[in-house]
């Protein structure tokens, strides 16, 4: 596998907490190798109910097991919802399941869950420092497709020469993650849109690198939910 590369820190990313080495030296700090893309769906008479529980039950899931929650989307309806986890390792997903099987307010809200669907990714291209965030009114926007074989290190490349913010516009990469499980070379390019109302067309994402080398593409624009980190 192709190791992703880290952005350097830039004024418009905030400052990330490190642990200090005996010298005094700040370390980068590890950036996951591994993310979990969470799907799930709801019923309407879940909502209100599903939504009181998670930022309360979903810590207890980051305190129960290894997986980390980086980003909580949803739909315009709210009874879709994206979670992306990272996790230090593939494995660290059986062991979290395992642990959770027993965990009572977890059982609680997965018992609202509708239908659910994981997928084991992998960033893909350079990787900033800080996650950029939605502001108030922001979005994320996630373009999902597939690339050839022969394509990949064409798109690979694209994400390794771009800067952190795309040019003539605010949008922010926030990653891009190619699929370990799942469907073969599928990619999904993570952006955070700071005003949404500049998309006229929709179809501004063709401006997107790599967007050229992707078929059957898909895109879905997710407005952050309350417990979002």
Known sequence: MIAPRRWPRDAAY????TLRSA????PAPAEPQYFLEVSLKLGLESVD?????????????QDHTSLTLELAAQSPSRTELLHVWSLPSPDALREGMVRLADNPAYGQLDRLVVDERQEITSPFGRVAEVRPRP????MYLRV????ATRDLAEFQALHEVMPPQLPGSG?????????ITGRLNRIRSVW???????????????QLPGVDLMTDVTVERW???????
């Open 192 to 206: 955070v849109i700071p005003h949404p109302g500049e998309i006229t067309t929709g179809q501004e994402f063709r």
């Open 171 to 179: 949008w922010q990469l926030w990653a891009a993650l190619l699929n």
């Open 14 to 17: 905030s400052e990330r907490p």
């Open 223 to 229: 407005s952050p939910t309350s417990y979002n980190p």
């Open 135 to 138: 502001g108030k009114g922001g």
């Open 144 to 147: 999902t497709g597939t690339v």
């Open 49 to 61: 109910e599903f939504y009181r529980l998670a930022k309360t039950v979903l810590k207890s899931v």
């Open 23 to 26: 010298r005094g030296e700040a």
